[in-house]
């Protein structure tokens, strides 16, 4: 079932999952990462007061 078990034969359907699979992984990692990111900037950028979105 897993690539590290020794009955996983690499054929064109396990391939194609596979890439698929860490294709899907990579699109939604980045994502978070650049949602992450940008909520920490936007809260360094509050805290200093240089923010023109103020939240009452």
Do not use: S
């Amino acid at each position: 079932m897993f690539p590290f078990n020794f009955e996983w034969i690499w054929d064109m359907g396990h391939c194609v999952f596979m890439g698929g699979l860490w294709y899907a992984l990579n699109i939604i990692g980045i994502g978070m990462t650049y949602c992450v990111g940008k909520a920490v900037w936007d809260t360094m950028q509050q805290e200093k007061g240089g923010g023109h979105h103020h939240h009452h």
